[in-house]
């Protein structure tokens, strides 16, 4: 199942050549024809999707559509029925899902899921636990407290006791932690004030900046392509519209039914 | 005052073993929710394991009668040699009655009945390779120590034997390296994070599988080791030897809390010491007072001494 390491050889994702991971154009990930059943019915059909080194890019639809399901079918919490998923020219359609972490991939998954009972140093302590390098491990978590204050306030109180936005914001922190190169963050402005969600989308494309590449589910569709490069509409398990950002928002039929 | 002594110290002693074997079920419900029904014959296996490692010969009843290994450990050493074998089998146990269950995403329930068969079937297999002789370990825990030490003074003597306060002190020090291990290591942290959340535990990155046959494996250690203690304290009264046993640390982890640690200790020491305060006279019935406890505390917390109420998440 796994593709050989080296960048020219046939078994790599075939949309683009590989050069180096700088370029724009080179594919991190690549989904190709996936189909997914999940609790008896088939959640995601024949998906293509691919995010290249450096976007943002952005899943938009209904509740329900399988935007959820296609970020742990990434993350390999569910097994895929049919297709292929290719992480940086390599096929991880079959290993485990901590091995997908330490590949790059982090998750900041749906409703936060901090670790309610640990503080907030150890959730984050535990989002570098792919890591060895202790000092680095150290000055990254400094970095997050500077990013968010707020966590730094509170780093030894126990993450349970966090409120939403904070508590969306250790998770999201929590994940950068593992250094990944892809971040997916399943629906960051869930439940949130407008004012934080705002907040939390800032600090998303300062980790774009940095260098981070992002695959961001929402349900709030005019929010997340005015951050993103590219987006996917998904209907029912289906993706029906793709393209620039910019001109799904002006597609009329993401503006009927997702922007109202 | 005497007897009262007495029977506290006795109690402490019985109930810190109850505490270890009790902490075996804990830290497998606490990663599976599922209780291992065949931890009460890991602690018979366990301390017959310890037994033959001493390089004594098994009794006359079953297939291996008259043998015995070629080489002999001394008693300390085998206790831990034969608790590690005792961890190594119950990984063996995790990945027969346990893992092809979990893979299919069976009901929790189907996981208690494949462990309460994997239990009948090693008794039974005891009862076969050695037969159901009673079995006292060659040497003793305590060495050369005096075989009881006077607690009071010369005219109210307060004799305890020295091998309960043995036990004691080693199941002390196993709590507090696992209290540490648990609490401080990253191994521990790792076993809390799935313990709470495991799915969240497979997205930073912990092998929750590797994690789930560390924690057996930790489970079986505790276990074997309680029954070698308790071995080393008596004797190992035949293959049926954890039957009982494995229903009181049953009992302790309810009347702790279920899944809380520091409730199957309080759990234990309770069970212990209720058992110890047990007139001689009415010795017989140990058992009744052990689970009329549970009876009384189920009725007044149903979530245990130490539990949390369960919060329902949506």
């Known amino acids: 199942m796994s593709a050989p390491d080296t960048a020219s050889t046939p078994t790599t994702s075939p949309i683009r050549q590989q050069s180096g991971p700088d370029n724009a154009a080179h594919v991190l990930l690549d989904l190709r024809n996936v189909t997914v059943n999940y609790g008896g019915i088939q959640a995601l059909r024949e998906i293509n999707l691919t995010v290249r080194a450096g976007e943002i890019v952005t899943l938009i639809g209904a509740n329900g559509a399988g935007k959820s399901t296609t970020l742990r079918t990434i993350s390999r919490l569910i097994n895929a029925r049919s297709g292929q998923i290719f992480y940086d020219g390599?096929?991880?359609?079959?290993?485990r899902p901590d091995e997908v972490v330490r590949r790059g991939i982090a998750q900041c998954p749906e409703g936060r899921r901090v670790l309610t009972r640990f503080s907030v140093l150890d959730n984050l302590e535990m989002g570098a636990y792919v890591r060895s390098d202790r000092a680095e491990i150290r000055a990254d978590i400094e970095r997050q407290f500077t990013l968010f204050p707020i966590l730094g306030e509170r780093r030894n109180q126990q993450a349970g006791t966090l409120s939403g936005g904070e508590q969306q914001m250790l998770a999201i922190a929590r994940a950068v932690m593992s250094r990944p190169r892809l971040l997916l963050l399943d629906e960051p402005s869930l439940g949130l004030a407008p004012l934080i969600v705002r907040n939390i989308f800032a600090v998303i494309r300062e980790l774009h900046e940095q260098g981070v590449t992002i695959l961001l589910v929402e349900q709030n569709a005019h929010l997340a392509l005015q951050y993103a490069d590219r987006g996917y509409v998904l209907e029912a398990g289906h993706v029906t519209i793709e393209g620039a950002a910019a001109e799904l928002a002006d597609d009329e039929r993401v503006r009927q039914a997702y922007l109202g | 005052m005497a007897h009262f002594i007495q029977s506290l110290l006795n109690g402490l002693s019985i109930g810190s073993v109850y505490a270890i074997f009790a902490l075996g079920y804990t830290l497998v419900f606490s990663i599976l929710g599922i209780i291992n029904f065949a931890h009460g014959a890991i602690f018979t296996i366990g301390a017959y394991f310890t037994y033959?490692?001493?390089?004594?010969a098994f009794g006359f009843n079953g297939v291996l009668a008259n043998r015995s290994l070629p080489f002999g450990l001394t008693l300390v050493i085998a206790m831990i040699v034969g608790s590690l074998l005792a961890g190594f089998l119950s990984v063996i146990i995790e990945r027969l009655a346990f893992r092809p269950l979990r893979r299919r995403g069976a009901d929790r329930l189907l996981s208690l009945v494949s462990s309460l068969g994997v239990a009948i079937v090693a008794v039974n297999l005891i009862q076969y390779l050695v037969g159901a002789e009673i079995y006292t370990y060659k040497g003793k825990i305590t060495g050369n120590l005096p075989s009881a030490v006077?607690?009071?003074s010369e005219n109210t003597p307060i004799p305890i034997r020295t091998v309960q306060i043995v036990i004691?002190?080693?199941?002390?020090?196993?709590?507090?390296?696992?209290?540490?291990?648990?609490?401080?290591?990253?191994?521990?942290?790792?076993?809390?994070a799935v313990s709470e959340d495991a799915t969240t535990a497979s997205l930073l990155g912990i092998n929750t599988d590797r994690l789930i046959m560390f924690t057996f494996f930790l489970s079986g250690f505790l276990g074997g080791m309680a029954g070698t203690l308790v071995g080393s304290s008596v004797s190992?009264?035949?293959?049926?030897?954890?039957?009982?046993?494995?229903?009181?640390?049953?009992?302790?982890?309810v009347l702790g809390g279920l899944g809380d640690i520091p409730g199957a200790v309080v759990g234990g020491l309770v069970l212990g010491l209720a058992e110890a305060f047990v007139p001689s006279d009415y010795s017989a019935y140990k058992d009744a007072v052990a689970f009329g406890l549970l009876f009384v505390v189920l009725l007044l917390r149903p979530q245990g001494i130490l539990g949390r109420v369960q919060v329902q998440k949506v």
């Open chain 2, 168 to 192: 004691f002190g080693v199941s002390c020090l196993i709590l507090v390296l696992l209290t540490f291990m648990i609490n401080y290591t990253k191994i521990g942290k790792a076993l809390r």
């Open chain 2, 236 to 253: 190992i009264a035949g293959p049926y030897f954890g039957i009982a046993f494995g229903l009181k640390g049953l009992a302790v982890i």
């Open chain 2, 52 to 56: 033959v490692l001493t390089g004594a």
């Open chain 1, 90 to 95: 390599r096929d991880i359609g079959s290993v």
């Open chain 2, 150 to 152: 006077n607690f009071g």
